[in-house]
């Protein structure tokens, strides 16, 4: 995985997705969809962009789904389009992508049959790239073992799974337990797959790794004040492979409220400054909003250096983070309610 | 109509439209295609401007279109192409047409749906009918082995609760159903593990495929039969079915049910086949219908979208009344645009008449040749390397000519060149119907376009075949040659191996081997049987190539003086032009005087005055010039006409004193500019009355470079001028390329004569037929393939460079942008017809 020899198999989908992510909507893009009136006229600026007639063929008047379905479609299909196209270890390396779909597809579906909803109204609801073959009947579990052994042994998830096989039954603490823990064994193979592949592989995705890690342990000590959640039970969730590991990830399994979390990231310089500008006043940015801009510098910075696959990872995020304004603007549009219109996240 | 020499005079006019004649005005200008509008308003974001919604509603449209056509290709009925081409419809039509598009969609998609319910219902009884009749099988099967497959099963559930108690909950519940194929195995494994292998699956293949009735794509799928005990298990199996989107129907337990079911299917399938027919051929109708104006309706939309789109780069004046628009057209074709915009508000019914005004501008006008099939093609090579300046010289004309000459001087060969000719001639004969059917393939519509250039080379190549004597490698002594080998057959010529002529043309009639003129055309075909063929042929094709090079390189400097006088840029002319030209000849042109010289004045006589072996060595003359360094020890390097030395040093200094002539006087004109003008001076122009575009465009340069600063005037014409003084030596060297690649093709074609070819030609009898059957497609197939495809390509190449590079640097400046008119024309053509439908 030298510079050497990285364009024999990867050279062509390294120019595509850099190609792509050319493609990625700029600042002076927003700053016309922001003063969009209707649905209509964001459609007409988009089709002045790479995203070109991927809406043509949809009768107005345009809805908000509709938009979030054909960009998710248009990424997923660029997706499988890399996907097709790779070969080891690249392929793995898109396949991991996936997964962490996958476990949100998974939990999203228990969920929802807890709540007792049909599965056919769940199925929509689905990212796309985390469907597989067994998904939909995925409501034949009651327990995680049964789910463990009935649904998931068969699918690349199943290692991740076995910590959760203890659990009893699935309710909604339950739930986000095995999501977090499938997160973490998730992350940390993750993890460990791109140290081994070494090179600048290792060093751009180990970084942006890293950081959802961490991401992952605030969040969880942050939304576990006030619920029945043991403190080592909240310690077993956290990812191993952030820069908090170990000294960071102990203090705050013994963090009681939001001040001690952000005395734990004192210590870190690169987590200070979002704990610092974060705040819950209206017209702050918060504490999330805050991750989610360091997640988009991150695989911005994946892009600075050549012959590696974090590019793939940091396009994928990139892409989904660009939906998620879109969407978000054309919300905004189409209730006009133009007050919050301006929180998106630019990218370049 | 103006010349390729220099592009069209345009000018930059302004329109005043009625705002209600502003779209038959457009769509005349549209028709006419002569003018190219300005964007007024480039801040306003798109979904800003004036006629959006307009645009908006051909969007519309034209997804109807796109949908109404998409039905048609799946249907196969084809879209008839009446080939005309309906003009724009006016502005109260849009609502009929609409309107129309409107029913005609709401009708389709209705007929569809209906369809696509008809199609289901149709697909769920076929699959019933496989079930039963499937099952059947199943039951059967079962039934003969009296009950072994199934009541072992059952036996065993029996043994097993055999200790519990026995009661009617034994009998065993089963689900039917159909499944798409590529899901079965994960399919069964899930039932498997889900149920702990407590379920009792039976499975066939049904053999002929559906239809899905959404997509109408053919899916191939099975029957499965699932027995189980229980109402647990029931509910799992059936909610691992629905997870696997499997169809569950109902199907009686009993034979005789089942086939008092079967019979009702197929009274019911029956009954649906004739409706659905109904339907189908509802929809044909439909659809023939609508392909006859399919076309036209396209090209009406996208006309009226293009007008719209163009509107949109209007302003509107202050009383909204008006419209206001600048563009660009040709000077000579105002008079033309003057009439398209009559007869445009003429047919609004507008009284107020449009107006056309000129405005004068600062602004660089587009470039705009006029070509035609012909000249298209080699527009095209000058302007892949840069768009001419407005009005600046265009190369296009003498490329022309020189283009595909100084291929075929690296491709002479008359037989490749015949052949090459041939093919372009084929293409250029049966342009229309080639044109027509639209072949999609790049490299296809590369070659196309550039038939005329082939057809050029093709014949360039067959002339310098000729003068170099070379028909795929074989010469031909078409005149008769000038050399006669007067030997003894028996004695001198028998015994040596190889005998050298007499090149003495002076020597008596017993010795004289070369006599009477020379060769009528090109080479004699004596030399291809020579030894020394190779030395020959390089002395002649290097001196050539210089030749050439070097006048190809003045030619160039000669029509600078074309742009400095056009431009009335006396400094340029003075101090450009004119040491330019000196420079090239002091050294290359008196080169060149050299090479005629030698030519002429020397033969192969041994006299010491007029004899080869003591003609000048150009090079080292040329070395010695530069160096100021005579000498008399090798014959070659003696001087050879009194006062050479003196002639040729005086050359030299003329052509160093060349370097600071053309390096000074600009930068020091600027500086004493500079100077004298303290401050920027705010006095005006005087506006003279008969002032050209061309002045004032001069006069704004020299605006521009004024503000350029000394610095920059005196980097910039530093590089200026060592790109043209080394640029005069590598170039003239690049020009040997013309020998290289001209070599390079002579030997290869002989190569493959004599290693391929000959081997065949050297048998005898049988055998000799034989070989000569199976080697000529070889050489046939080497010789398209490698002598013409890639030495062409590579001739090709080559030729490009040289008119790029040496050529064009001497005078092209290429920094204008091209004049892209607003035209119906690629709408009309329709040549994306069918890519826009796919996107």
């Not at chain 2, 569950?248 to 009274?267: D, F, I, N, S």
């Not at chain 2, 029509?559 to 431009?567: A, D, E, K, R």
């Not at chain 2, 892209?820 to 069918?834: E, H, L, P």
């Amino acid at each position: 995985m030298d510079s050497l020899s990285f364009n024999i198999n990867g050279g062509y989908l390294e120019g595509i997705v850099r190609g792509f992510k050319s493609g990625i909507l700029k600042r002076t893009d927003y700053l016309n969809l922001v003063q969009c009136e209707t649905l209509d006229d964001l459609k007409l600026h988009l089709q002045s962009t790479d995203y070109g007639n991927f809406l043509a063929n949809e009768p107005s008047p345009l809805s908000v789904s509709v938009i979030d379905d054909k960009l998710r479609e248009k990424l997923v299909s660029e997706f499988e389009y890399l996907r097709n196209h790779s070969v080891e270890p690249l392929s793995t390396f898109l396949d991991y992508i996936r997964y962490s779909y996958m476990i949100d597809n998974i939990v999203l579906l228990i969920t929802g049959t807890l709540h007792q909803r049909h599965i056919s109204e769940l199925i929509p609801k689905c990212h796309p790239l985390g469907s597989f073959e067994q998904m939909e009947a995925i409501h034949v579990a009651s327990t995680p073992a049964e789910l463990y052994n009935a649904v998931l042994v068969d699918t690349p998830l199943a290692p991740y799974f076995i910590d959760c096989i203890s659990e009893h039954d699935l309710d909604e603490m339950n739930i986000e337990i095995i999501r977090n823990t499938l997160y973490k064994a998730y992350l940390e193979d993750f993890h460990s797959f791109c140290k081994n592949i070494g090179g600048t592989t290792a060093e751009a995705m180990c970084e942006i790794l890293a950081f959802e890690a961490d991401r992952r342990a605030f969040i969880i000590t942050i939304n576990s004040f006030g619920t029945e959640l043991s403190k080592d039970d909240r310690a077993k969730l956290y990812p191993r492979c952030g820069k908090l590991f170990p000294d960071g990830l102990s203090q705050l399994a013994r963090a009681d409220e939001y001040e001690q979390v952000r005395q734990v990231a004192e210590n870190y310089g690169g987590y200070r400054t979002l704990f610092e500008g974060a705040g819950t006043n209206p017209g702050d940015k918060t504490l999330e909003d805050k991750f989610f801009e360091h997640e988009v510098k991150l695989n911005v910075n994946a892009f600075m250096q050549q012959f590696h696959f974090g590019v793939f990872y940091a396009y994928i995020k990139l892409k989904e983070q660009e939906c998620r304004n879109i969407v978000w603007i054309s919300e905004c549009v189409a209730q006009r309610h133009r007050a919050k219109i301006d929180s998106y996240i630019p990218i370049f | 109509m103006g010349s390729l020499f220099r592009s069209e005079k345009m000018q930059l006019c302004q329109l005043f439209l009625q705002a209600e004649a502003a779209y038959s005005c457009v769509s005349e200008l549209g028709e006419l295609g002569l003018v190219q509008f300005r964007d007024l308003n480039p801040d306003v974001n798109v979904f800003q401007r004036k006629f959006v919604n307009e645009v908006r509603r051909c969007d519309e449209m034209e997804r109807k279109l796109r949908f109404l056509d998409k039905e048609m290709r799946r249907r196969n009925i084809p879209v008839v192409d009446t080939g005309d081409d309906p003009e724009a419809p006016l502005p109260r039509e849009m609502v009929d047409l609409e309107a129309n598009l409107e029913k005609m969609e709401n009708e389709l998609r209705e007929v569809n749906a209906n369809a696509e319910a008809l199609n289901r219902n149709y697909l769920e009884l076929t699959e019933l009918k496989q079930i039963l009749r499937k099952t059947q099988g199943f039951f059967e099967e079962a039934e003969m082995h009296h009950g072994s497959l199934e009541h072992s099963t059952v036996d065993d559930s029996l043994g097993l609760l055999e200790e519990g108690s026995r009661g009617p909950s034994l009998r065993l519940g089963f689900v039917a159903g159909v499944l798409l194929r590529e899901r079965v195995p994960p399919f069964e494994r899930l039932l498997w593990r889900a149920c702990r292998g407590n379920a009792f699956l039976r499975m066939t293949d049904i053999e002929e495929p559906l239809e899905d009735p959404q997509t109408g794509d053919k899916v191939s799928k099975n029957v499965f039969i699932i027995f189980f005990q229980g109402d647990q298990l029931k509910t799992r199996v059936k909610k691992i079915c629905e997870g696997f989107r499997a169809t569950l129907y109902p199907c009686p337990e009993t034979q005789a049910e089942r086939r008092e079911m079967a019979v009702g299917v197929m009274t019911r399938l029956d009954e649906l086949k004739t409706v659905l027919e109904r339907t189908n051929e509802h929809r044909n109708r439909v659809l023939l219908a609508a392909s006859k104006g399919l076309k036209n309706w396209f090209i009406k939309v996208r006309k009226m979208k293009a007008i719209y789109h163009t509107m949109n780069l209007f302003n509107l004046d202050v009383t909204q009344k008006c419209l206001i628009g600048e563009c660009w057209a040709p000077d000579s074709d105002l008079d033309k645009v003057h009439l398209a915009l009559r007869r445009g508000t003429e047919m609004s019914g507008s009284s107020v008449p449009s107006i056309l005004q000129k405005m004068g501008s600062h602004q660089q006008p587009p470039t705009y040749h006029r070509t035609n099939k012909f000249t298209e093609g080699f527009q095209a090579i000058v302007d892949a390397y840069g768009v001419a300046s407005y009005r600046e010289v265009n190369p296009a004309p003498f490329t022309l000519i020189s283009f595909p000459f100084l291929f075929a001087v690296m491709f002479g060969d008359a037989g490749h060149g015949f052949l090459m000719l041939l093919f372009a001639a084929w293409m250029v004969v049966r342009e229309r119907h080639l044109k027509a059917n639209r072949i999609d393939s790049e490299i296809w519509q590369t070659i196309f376009n550039g038939r005329y250039i082939i057809l050029l080379m093709g014949a360039f190549s067959v002339y310098t075949g000729l003068l170099y004597n070379d028909f795929f490698s074989k010469s031909a002594n078409l005149f008769g040659s000038s050399w006669h080998a007067k030997f003894e057959v028996d004695g001198y010529l028998k015994s040596s191996k190889f005998v050298q002529l007499n090149p003495d043309p002076h020597a008596n009639a017993t010795l004289r081997m070369y006599e009477g003129n020379p060769y009528p055309v090109g080479v004699d075909p004596i030399w291809a049987v020579s030894v020394n063929k190779i030395s020959f042929s390089n002395s002649l094709k290097m001196k050539m190539s210089i030749i050439l090079g070097v006048s190809q390189m003045l030619f160039g400097v000669v029509l600078s003086l074309f742009n400095h006088l056009h431009s009335r840029d006396r400094m340029g002319l003075l101090t450009e032009f004119v040491p330019q030209l000196l420079f090239l000849s002091c050294i290359f042109v008196y080169l060149c005087g050299m090479v005629f010289f030698k030519w002429l004045s020397f033969d192969g006589s041994p006299d010491e005055a007029t004899g080869a072996h003591c003609a000048p060595s150009l090079l080292i003359h040329l070395i010695n010039m530069c160096m100021f360094k005579y000498s008399d020890d090798p014959c070659s390097a003696k001087t050879f006409y009194s006062g050479q030395k003196g002639f040729q040093t005086f050359l030299i200094l003329l052509a160093v004193a060349c370097v600071p002539w053309m390096l000074v006087p600009r930068p020091l004109q600027a500086y004493l500019r500079e100077k004298k003008r303290p401050w920027p001076s705010s006095m005006p122009h005087e506006a003279e009355e008969d002032e050209s575009d061309e002045a004032r465009l001069a006069s704004a340069h020299e605006d521009a470079e004024e503000h350029e600063g000394l610095s920059d005037v005196i980097v910039h014409q530093a590089i200026h001028t060592i790109e043209f003084v080394l640029g005069c030596v590598s170039h003239t060297a690049s020009y040997l390329r013309l020998w290289a690649l001209s070599l390079a093709h002579a030997q290869l074609s002989e190569v493959l004569w004599t290693m391929v070819f000959r081997n065949g030609l050297g048998q005898s009898g049988a055998f000799g037929i034989v070989m000569l059957v199976a080697v000529f497609p070889m050489w046939a197939v080497l010789t398209v393939s490698v002598l013409m495809i890639m030495e062409g390509l590579s001739a090709f190449l080559h030729a490009l460079r040289l008119h790029w590079v040496e050529f064009q640097s001497k005078f092209y400046k290429g920094q204008g942008h091209k004049f892209v008119a607003f035209s119906f024309q690629a709408i009309r053509d329709m040549k994306n017809f069918d890519n826009m439908l796919d996107s």
